[in-house]
């Protein structure tokens, strides 16, 4: 192989890479300016009890209003956010705009879900913005829940496993979100009391389609039952899976098929619909069997 080849062919890595340096480089400074000039927003979905119909509350998502590329989904800047330590201000601002706005629904039985990120517990002072985010806006701790993946209790298990201990002491619940999708989600059941779990979306796109992922989510609903901890399913797509869920006796169930993320006026429009199609699910269960 010619020198020369060899060489062209590192000046197109490197290249690659600047042009991925660049683009993270140009969102990280994106992100400031979306701190600032409030750029991000919450978006909220629905999750209803599987067994009444009934809204239980909605998981806040964050989304990024981008002055030139439209609204920008997590995926896209989370992780940067992540590396850059910009997780820490925006985390705190969704843990705080989540309690403001879910202090002012009208409705207020319904629970608001945030997702925090690892980094968030990498200041050590997480519990008091918790504790501080409830008193400013009023919020009931009730009503408050945080979904963490495991990937939180790979590392400093001891102390993140405290702090969660005094999040959960004030009355917020914690929920397992992802769950399945890791390499050992079962043995960080025993290491935390968590009220809730939710079924990976991968999980639930399988069903009725692999006769495995229907023994392996009936028998996480199982689990779930034992341990005396909620189950949610998340990314619920089709009324077929929503009857198996329904048969497994999973609790909660939360999907484009009863909504996308979007403002909470939306979803409290449609709710009787979605409560009355959701009684229709069971009924449709009950005459099959
Ligand atoms: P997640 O917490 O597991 O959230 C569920 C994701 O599945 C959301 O994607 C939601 O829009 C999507 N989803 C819900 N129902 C369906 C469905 O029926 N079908 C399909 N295909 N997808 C469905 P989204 O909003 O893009 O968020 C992606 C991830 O970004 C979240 O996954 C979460 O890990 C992270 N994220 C979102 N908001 C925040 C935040 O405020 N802070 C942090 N740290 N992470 C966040
Ligand atoms: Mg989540
Ligand atoms: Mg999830
Ligand atoms: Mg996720």
């Not at 806006?137 to 209790?153: C, H």
Request: charged share 25%; proline share 3%; with cysteine.
């Amino acid at each position: 192989r010619a020198k020369h080849e060899g060489r062209s062919t590192f000046c197109w890595y490197t290249q690659d890479l600047d042009a991925e340096a660049q683009k993270r480089k140009e969102i990280e400074q994106g992100l400031v300016k979306a701190l600032k000039f409030d750029q991000l927003k919450l978006k909220y979905q629905p999750q209803y009890a599987l067994s009444d119909g009934s809204l239980k509350g909605y998981e806040a998502l964050i989304r990024w209003e981008h002055p030139t590329k439209g609204m920008m989904r997590p995926d896209s800047f989370i992780p940067i956010a992540e590396d850059t330590g910009l997780i820490e201000d925006i985390g705190n601002w969704v843990l705080e705009q989540a309690c403001r706005e879910a202090a002012l629904w009208p409705n207020s039985n319904r629970r608001v879900a945030i997702n925090m990120s690892p980094a968030q517990f990498a200041a050590g002072d997480i519990q008091k913005r918790v504790a501080r985010a409830l008193q400013s806006s009023g919020l009931d701790p009730k009503r408050l829940e945080i979904e963490i993946t495991e990937s939180l209790l790979i590392s400093n298990t001891d102390s993140v496993v405290h702090t969660l201990r005094q999040i959960r002491d004030m009355g917020v619940s914690i929920a397992m979100d992802d769950f399945g999708t890791g390499y050992s989600s079962l043995s960080y059941l025993s290491l935390f009391p968590f009220d809730k779990i939710k079924i990976d979306k991968a999980f639930i796109q399988d069903l009725g389609k692999e006769a495995s992922t229907d023994a392996i989510v009936t028998s996480i609903v199982g689990l779930g039952r034992s341990l005396n901890v909620t189950i949610t399913a998340e990314g619920v797509e089709t009324e077929e899976q929503a009857i198996l869920l329904r048969a497994a006796g999973c609790d909660l169930i939360q999907g484009y098929l009863y909504g996308k993320p979007d403002d909470v006026k939306v979803h409290e429009t449609v709710q009787a619909d979605m409560t009355a199609k959701i009684r229709s699910v069971k009924k449709t269960w009950a005459t099959q069997s």
